[in-house]
């Protein structure tokens, strides 16, 4: 904790948490993303893809110029708020459970977009920056990547994803920073309720995935039988 943070003056630790409680919030609901759309391609993103007001429509809609700032604006306002009270300000325990929960919830619940929102996976990528840096990044990062190409459903990849990160999670830090335990249980039940109308299909493994395992392993490959020729009489 920051020396100059006394740890019984228990006052301004709480004020302090409610005032980046507050800020997280504050910029976690900003729809970037929809703001991007429409100031600088001219379109409403909620007209596209899944029509959520996230970085993914912004993509489909008007590219990666676009896309991109979007991406980092919904990252940075996640990772900032949480990376000052953690790492500067000295938050820990109780005090920054919510600091970390409130730009997920944000971006999820907006009240500028009468409490709906987007999927916050940037967001969660930015909050888990401004706790553990590199690291918690990395890791969840690969995770997604691999179930992404594993997977058909990108739902089903991103919590499945996170369910493993929940076990990096408890198994590097839990014994010396149980709050980030605390804080993955919060934000795993955040994306269940933004993902739940999208599981509803069970998972399956890629076609084309599962074609090549079975080529080299024999399992799951069924070889097509030739087509006999038609003999012309």
Known sequence: MNAAISPENTV???????????????????????LIGKRFAGVDIRQYGDHNPGMTNVYHAAGWKFALPALLLDFFKGALPVGIAWFWVGLQGNYILPVAI???????????????????????????????LGAGPTVLGMLVAVLMFVLTSSAWATILAFLLYGGFIFGYYALYQPELFAIWLGNFAVLLVKYYADLN???????????RVGRVTGIFYRPKSPQRRRRRR
């Open 12 to 34: 301004v630790l709480l004020l302090l948490s409610l005032v980046f409680t507050a800020l997280g919030f504050f910029l976690g609901s900003i729809p970037f993303s929809l």
């Open 102 to 132: 409130a730009p997920i919830l944000g971006h999820a619940f907006s009240p500028f977009l009468g409490w709906r929102g987007g999927k916050a996976v940037a967001t969660t990528f930015g909050v888990w920056t401004g706790l553990t």
């Open 201 to 211: 299909r069970q998972p399956q493994i890629r076609p084309a995935l599962l074609q």
